[in-house]
C-alpha cells in the first residue's frame, strides 16, 4: 500500500542538471520528514538533503550545498531534489526516504521509515 517512486535519473555531463521526482502513495507526504540518499558501489549509503515535515528545518552534505536543492509539492505528494553544476562524484543511485517523526536529521538512514526503489544519476564526460 504504501509506496514511494523516484524517476528522473540518467546520463548527464559535468556541469548539467537533473531533477529528481519521488511520488508517494499509501500516505501524505507534508506530515512526514523527508530525505534524499545516495548509494555508490562499494559505499556506504549517505544522505544528501533531508527536510523536517514542517519545513523549518533542511539540512544539506557539504559536497552538495548551494548545488543541491530539496522541495516538495503537497499537492503532487511528491518530493523533489533539484540537483545543478552536477560532477562526477555524484554518480550513485538515489533513493528517496520518508520518516514517520517530524524531524529525524539526514545523518543515520536508519531513522527513516520508507524507501523507493531507488534511480540511477551517472555524471560523465
Known amino acids: 500500500q504504501v509506496q514511494l517512486v523516484e524517476s528522473g535519473g540518467g546520463l548527464v555531463q559535468p556541469g548539467d542538471s537533473l531533477r529528481l521526482s519521488c511520488a508517494a502513495s499509501?500516505?501524505?507526504?507534508?506530515?512526514?520528514?523527508i530525505g534524499w540518499f545516495r548509494q555508490a558501489p562499494g559505499k556506504e549509503r549517505e544522505g544528501v538533503s533531508c527536510?523536517?515535515?514542517?519545513?523549518?528545518?533542511?539540512y544539506y552534505a557539504d559536497s552538495v550545498k548551494d548545488r543541491f536543492t530539496i522541495s516538495r509539492d503537497g499537492a503532487k505528494n511528491t518530493v523533489y531534489l533539484q540537483m545543478n553544476s552536477l560532477k562526477p562524484e555524484d554518480t550513485a543511485v538515489y533513493y528517496c526516504?520518508?520518516?514517520?517523526?517530524?524531524?529525524?536529521?539526514?545523518?543515520?538512514?536508519?531513522?527513516?521509515?520508507?524507501w523507493g526503489q531507488g534511480t540511477q544519476v551517472t555524471v560523465a564526460s
Open positions: 526516504a520518508a520518516g514517520n517523526d517530524y524531524d529525524v536529521g539526514c545523518s543515520l538512514p536508519d531513522l527513516y521509515d520508507y
Open positions: 499509501g500516505f501524505t507526504l507534508d506530515h512526514n520528514a
Open positions: 527536510s523536517s515535515s514542517s519545513g523549518g528545518s533542511t
